[in-house]
């Protein structure tokens, strides 16, 4: 990825929320202070990057203001640049996404897409920093009402090169543009296993660097859940089988991974690069990212 460190094996990125009411990590890294060590432990735990985000994204939440995002994000970013992170910033605006970058960002994650913010296309064109472009039908207040879908794979790729191409013709240099499938973005749980079933298909028809943000998501929950009608076992309790998404997204050829525990993540992305280089010796075995026969 242009503009980024290479890595020789999936990428994984850690995940600070500023925010009180992450449906994952419930706020716990609201303060700057608290934010930047924890970006810290994040790369001594084996994070390669980290994602810093102000503004809540789950279902049904209610937007920030512009003011209240800056104040969440700038300082945790300039923390983590000043001690060499890899940072990324998670937002759909374009203002903190020009500020952030002055900051320190390295690349602009933006869930919208584009989308939200007309913005957004220009102002990454221009700062010529890595864009995540990912899958979004909408505000995150009712999302949960777009996951109306009759071919889910097919027309994710569909809306994604859509959201590419404007980029494209907004300044952004493709090889800067990442695509992200948005797991839990107006979908619902079989529509992400569906997505991450088809992973390798979306890194050969999208032919961009993908990432894949699996991370204490719903449809774990469910898939975690003892019975179709059981409660889901809560978002902290479902970091295993967030790093078993990590394994099998590196094994699919995945760019880069993100995940609020990275250790685990760390070790399946390498599990994953170790048996690469194995079959990579085996004639006969296929090679990473390649549909099964
Ligand atoms: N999901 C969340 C936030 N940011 N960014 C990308 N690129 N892809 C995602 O799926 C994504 C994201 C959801 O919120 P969380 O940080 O609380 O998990």
Redesign the pocket.
């Known amino acids: 990825m242009a503009g980024l460190p290479e890595w020789d094996r999936c990428a994984v990125m850690g ?1 600070v ?1 500023v ?1 009180p009411d ?4 419930g706020g716990r890294w609201f303060d700057t202070e608290t934010a930047v060590k924890h970006g810290l432990d994040l790369v001594a735990q084996g994070a390669d990057l980290v ?1 810093v ?1 102000g503004e ?3 279902p049904g939440a209610a937007r920030v203001s512009e003011e209240e995002e800056l104040r969440r994000v700038l300082p945790v970013v300039r923390g983590l640049a000043g001690e060499g992170v890899v940072v990324s910033v ?1 937002t759909m605006r374009s203002s903190v996404a020009a500020r952030a970058v002055e900051a320190g960002a390295v690349l602009v ?3 919208s897409g584009g989308l939200a913010d007309p913005g957004m296309v220009p102002v990454v064109a221009e700062a010529r920093v890595p864009f ?1 472009v ?1 899958h979004w039908r909408g505000q995150s207040i009712d999302m949960n009402n777009r996951a109306v879908y009759t071919d889910v794979v097919g027309e994710v790729i569909g809306e994604l090169t859509d959201s590419v191409r404007r980029a494209v013709d907004g300044g952004i240099a493709p090889e800067h543009i990442v695509v ?6 107006a979908k619902r749980a079989e529509h992400d296993l569906a997505l991450v079933a088809a992973l390798s298909r979306l890194r050969a028809e999208l032919a961009r660097p993908l ?7 719903r449809f774990l929950g469910r898939v975690l859940a003892d019975a179709a009608d059981a409660a889901p076992p809560p978002a902290r309790e479902r970091d295993a089988a967030t790093a078993a998404v990590s394994a099998l997204a590196a094994r699919e050829g995945a760019w880069a991974v ?1 995940v ?1 525990e990275v250790r685990a993540s760390a070790d399946a992305v390498r599990v994953a690069r170790a048996v690469e280089s194995a079959a990579e010796a085996l004639p006969g075995i296929r090679p990473v990212g390649e549909a099964p026969r």
């Open positions: 995940v929320n925010t992450s449906f994952s990590d994602d985000g809540s994204t789950r998670d994650n933006d869930v995540v990912m992200d499938p948005g797991l839990g973005f990432l894949v943000a699996a991370s204490r998501k993100r609020h």
